[in-house]
Nanobody
């Protein structure tokens, strides 16, 4: 089990920004899919953004494209999610996860503890 520790959540007004971080206890190979998922109250967990491949390929949930940016710092074993122009529908617990395939949640076996993001209108 790879330990993943996420942070950076908080409460902001609509239109605001937050930057999430996820620190891995070990080096995460660039060949491994590493991403952010979220779960809103009463809803199923969904994939938000994933980064994978040596070239840093990315995939995003349609509703966050153009507003969120996923990136990684391999020297610090850290994954980031820059979230701009936040909307109330972005509210939820955000989890980082590694080792799966794109947004197929059941394939991920390493999860962080989650960080709460609350966006008020």
């Amino acid at each position: 089990q790879v330990q993943l520790v996420s942070s950076g959540g908080g409460s902001v007004q609509a239109g605001g920004s937050l930057r999430l971080s996820c620190v891995a206890a070990v080096h995460i190979s660039t060949t491994i899919h590493w991403g952010w998922f979220r779960q809103a109250p009463g809803k199923e967990r969904e994939g938000v953004a994933v980064i994978y491949g040596g070239g840093g390929m990315t995939a995003y949930l349609d509703s966050v494209k153009g507003r969120f940016t996923i990136s990684r710092d391999n020297t610090k074993n850290t994954l980031f999610l820059q979230m701009n122009n936040l909307k109330p529908e972005d509210t939820g617990i955000y989890y980082c996860a590694a080792g799966g395939t794109l947004f197929t949640i059941r394939t991920y076996n390493h999860w962080g503890q989650g960080t709460q993001v609350t966006v008020s209108s």
